[in-house]
């Protein structure tokens, strides 16, 4: 149970409903037009699913700070669920972007600046070979076919509650018996989950051993701390003991860090020495142009070219099963130099970093005071609370402590008073731009939130 009054929050989401609709009257027209041709209203289905009655349509955001059409200006820890997670209209990013475009986006050859890019990321992040995307997702499924195609297995090992984007191999889940059935809301894509996925929950050795044991797994795809169903970290020596089996298997270990890379300038990887065989990167990478990378070590870029030899003239043209023709493009190069060069520094992820502590002190000051079942979990810039009041210990638990009306009832009463939280997350990410009156902002409110759905004993 979440410890606050559940009739009382329904009662109080109907009254913010009522304050937003009558303070978004613009936000109401955009969207009556766009439920004309789009979909479900909006450009993506997400769009749709923020907590008031229609999404709020965007005028402008400039670091952290978001405009409305109906003149309402907000403190923005969303940050497009980590796209702009180093704030919106980034003067580096602008500037990179203009200059590029004025001298063209997209050739299919490469330019001098992704050299630099190139060795960057090698230093960085400590794998030696990258390759250019335009989505996470795109990543992910690109190295889940390289694993294959070096292995010659077919499943892949994943855990309960992961999100890697839309690769159809994840998009199952673990029942209350944990049999692996394909995730209620998605369509199966004509996938054989039985014949590409193992599923185990997130920290369990024992499981992960026994999925691996089998001789028939082409990889292990992972986030280094589960951060879609609230984020859940490694328990002490599970890294360690992850890649002593993928090792002891011969099983390639993917480590995808688009929402870790929260955690410093080299993401979680750089900061605990992991060592993956293959890493991914995406969303903030690009700085809001639609950027990943992937990367291989050494030893699986040999693997790779035994199997899919270097180009010679004369050669028929491969397809490989991977790219896309914008990828590598100028256009994400410029700005993914200007991020790595300009943005992804220490000095702003002290910044960062300090804003989300902050973030995390008041937060739990408040649960603390209203002695509520939460807690708080951080990995660097990115704060998120939970409905649970322990850590989960894998994905299973962590659903657990989701609670979607009392979500939505705190996430329309701070978005009502100008604060935007994550989406589908009870998360706050911390920009460069963010200030400390932003952060106490969010803990005043938080408070009075609480205040007016807690139970009377
Ligand atoms: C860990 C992780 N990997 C990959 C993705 C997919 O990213 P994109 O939607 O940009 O393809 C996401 C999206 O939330 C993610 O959280």
């Not at 993506?44 to 923020?50: A, K, P, R």
């Not at 026994?210 to 292990?220: I, K, N, R, T």
Request: net charge negative; aromatic share 8%; with cysteine.
């Amino acid at each position: 149970m979440p410890g606050v009054d559940l009739r009382k929050t329904a009662a109080a989401l109907q009254h913010e409903l009522l304050e937003f609709n009558k303070s978004h009257p613009r936000s109401a027209e955009c969207y009556r037009q766009g439920l004309e041709h789009y979909l479900y209203g909006a450009p993506l289905h997400w769009m749709q699913q923020w907590p008031g009655s229609y999404p709020i349509y965007v005028v402008k955001a400039q670091g952290a700070t978001l405009e409305d059409v109906d003149g309402h200006s907000y403190i923005d820890f969303a940050l497009g669920d980590s796209g702009a997670m180093y704030g919106h209209a980034h003067p580096a990013t602008v500037k990179a972007i203009c200059t590029q475009l004025a001298n063209g986006s997209t050739f299919m050859l490469p330019t001098e600046e992704s050299l630099w890019v190139g060795q960057e990321l090698a230093r960085r992040f400590g794998l030696r070979y990258w390759q250019v995307t335009s989505s996470a997702t795109d990543a992910n499924r690109f190295v889940l076919r390289l694993c294959r195609m070096i292995t010659g297995r077919n499943k892949i090992v994943a855990f309960n509650w992961n999100y890697h984007g839309s690769v159809d191999e994840t998009q199952v889940e673990l029942d209350a018996g944990q049999r692996m059935i394909p995730r209620e809301d998605v369509h199966p894509n004509g996938t054989d989950h039985q014949q590409t996925t193992r599923l185990v929950e997130f920290n369990d050795t024992a499981a992960l051993e026994e999925a691996l044991s089998h001789g028939d797994v082409a990889c292990v795809l992972t986030e280094p701390v589960m951060t879609n169903i609230g984020m859940v970290p490694p328990e002490p020596g599970y890294h360690e003991a992850l890649r002593n089996l993928t090792r002891r298997f011969d099983v390639p270990l993917i480590i995808d860090e688009t929402h870790s890379i929260s955690t410093g300038v080299s993401g979680y990887t750089g900061k605990h020495g992991l060592k993956p065989d293959f890493f991914v990167l995406g969303k903030a990478i690009g700085g809001g142009v639609p950027i990943a990378v992937w990367g291989a070590s050494e030893e699986m870029a040999k693997r790779i070219w035994r199997v899919r030899p270097h180009f010679k003239p004369g050669d028929p043209i491969n397809h490989y099963g991977f790219g896309g023709t914008l990828a590598g493009s100028a256009l994400q190069l410029a700005a993914l130099k200007a991020t790595l060069e300009e943005i992804m520094t220490e000095e702003n992820f002290t910044h960062m970093e300090k804003m989300a502590s902050h973030f995390e002190v008041g937060t739990k000051a408040v649960i603390g005071k209203h002695q509520l079942p939460w807690h708080v979990t951080r990995i660097g810039a990115r704060t998120e609370y939970l409905f649970l009041d322990h850590p989960p210990k894998n994905g299973g638990e962590a659903h657990l402590g989701r609670h979607p009306l009392l979500e939505a009832y705190i996430h329309l009463y701070l978005l009502n008073r100008g604060i935007l939280l994550t989406p589908f997350h009870n998360m706050a990410l911390m920009c460069p731009f963010v200030t400390e009156a932003d952060v106490v902002r969010h803990a005043v409110l938080l408070d009075e939130c609480i205040l007016t759905i807690k139970e009377t004993r």
